[in-house]
């Protein structure tokens, strides 16, 4: 019988060649750009925050945080799931222990499972941004509606070319 410590060795093998020759087909670098309809766009590197400072005193403020989260919730919940799909495919190359038939890949389904989860939690928060902010339209309609009002420019005067 195997060693157990070397009973692996092969399919670790196996599995970061196959990360390293699929890799790069599916997963492509993400840069996450955020236009936040003043004409800036905002470029967020790797370590810093996804999302605008939770800072709440205007309604473009709030549209902002809640686009900027539901594109960001969009964004990692395609990523994830393509990774959930690529754990997958690399689980389900290591050799079931018991040596069951179609034990590996059904191992590698429950663990891709959780990871598939995390992405349509992912979805479900970019869903739930959207609603927030058409929630917060809703609610606070008659203040926004209000203040709008004022803000309006007033109309150029329409020529009246009947009149001679």
Same mark, same amino acid.
């Given at each position: 019988?195997?060693?157990?410590?070397?009973? /692996?060795?092969?399919?670790?093998?196996? %599995?970061?060649?196959?990360? =390293?020759?699929?890799? !790069?087909?599916?997963?492509?670098?993400?840069?996450?750009?955020?236009?936040?309809?003043?004409?800036?766009?905002?470029?967020?590197?790797?370590? !810093? &925050?996804?999302? +605008?400072?939770?800072? /709440?005193?205007?309604? %473009?403020?709030?549209?902002?945080?809640?686009?900027?989260?539901? @594109? @960001?919730?969009?964004?990692? &919940?395609?990523?994830? %799931?393509?990774?959930?799909?690529?754990? *997958? =495919?690399?689980?389900? @190359?290591?050799?079931? +222990?018991? =040596?069951?038939? /179609?034990? !590996?890949?059904?191992?590698? @389904? *429950?663990?891709?499972?959780?990871?598939?989860?995390?992405?349509?939690?992912?979805?479900?928060?970019?869903? !739930?941004?959207?609603?927030?902010?058409?929630? /917060?339209?809703?609610?606070?309609?008659?203040?926004?509606?209000?203040?709008?009002?004022?803000?309006? *420019?007033?109309?150029? +005067?329409?020529?009246?070319?009947?009149?001679?």
């Amino acid at each position: 019988m195997a060693d157990k410590g070397n009973k /692996f060795a092969n399919a670790g093998a196996a %599995a970061g060649g196959f990360v =390293g020759a699929m890799g !790069s087909t599916f997963v492509p670098p993400v840069n996450i750009n955020i236009n936040r309809g003043n004409g800036a766009v905002v470029q967020h590197a790797q370590g !810093s &925050s996804l999302l +605008p400072a939770p800072e /709440f005193t205007s309604p %473009a403020q709030v549209r902002d945080y809640c686009n900027t989260l539901r @594109a @960001a919730g969009v964004t990692l &919940s395609i990523e994830v %799931a393509m990774g959930a799909e690529i754990l *997958k =495919g690399v689980l389900a @190359a290591v050799p079931d +222990p018991d =040596g069951r038939a /179609f034990g !590996s890949r059904i191992r590698a @389904a *429950k663990v891709a499972r959780k990871m598939q989860k995390a992405a349509d939690d992912l979805r479900h928060a970019a869903r !739930s941004a959207a609603a927030c902010y058409a929630t /917060f339209q809703q609610e606070y309609e008659e203040e926004i509606n209000r203040v709008r009002h004022r803000a309006r *420019k007033p109309q150029a +005067p329409v020529m009246n070319w009947a009149q001679q």
